[in-house]
């Protein structure tokens, strides 16, 4: 699953391909993944060279950006195309008259520029938005404060946490809940627990505030130390044993402690989560 740097790096691999550049056909299908059908070919993008889906044709691309693990494209005339990955969602980058790699059908999203054909495959969610409403929409309510932008202010977190989860909630699920802060995927989720010492079954309850803000700091310097590229790092010990604490480390030894790295099913997605349990008691 896409994590919040993830997106960031997409969206600054995305940027010189779009911003600034002309749209000449566009195809978005705001329908979420999963209800897609395999289309007639009719209804499939390349088959159709004049489609204009959500207006877009003839508009420049101002600005593309992420927030949280959503990436905005912003185009002039005021209309924000908002996506998420979701656990299967892609970019893909083409030639105008290359043959791509996934079926049409599977395109949820696709944007054609005199040099480039941008096809983001099985997204979770497409929206097209108005900007001028999504400045004060609920949506930007509803995402906690995004880890990686520069400005970002731990401050409310343990408040927006509180508000919005109940105290048995166990930590696994508060650190993915992305309306307390957004950035935090999978990964991160058991890097961030181990680095902190916490058992991830610990409730919002027995978590105080300043432990809350601790731990969302250190996720806020890993997605940051991570941006530069290259595969993620949460361990900066370059002795050769691995570069990320516990995640994907199943039965291997506690890069701290020894005991092995379990890994158990936990939270209300059922979503995998590598701890110690040596190092992080209950
Ligand atoms: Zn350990």
Redesign the pocket.
Known sequence: MPEGDTIHKLAAAIRPRLEGKTICQAWVRTEPRGTFKRGPASTAPAANPFLDHGGLVGHRVERVYAEGKHLFLEFEQGVLVRSHLGMYGDWHRYQPDERWKKPEWQASLALWTEQDVLVCFNAKEVELLEVATIRHASFRCRLGPDLLALDADLGPVPLRAREFLDANVPLVDVLLDQRIASGIGNVYKSEVLFVGRKHPLRTLGKTSNSELQSLYARARDLLRRNLGGGPRVTRFIPDGRGSLWVYARRGQP?L????RIRVDRMGRDMRSTYW?P??QVR
């Open positions: 506690c701290r402690c020894g005991t110690c040596a190092c």
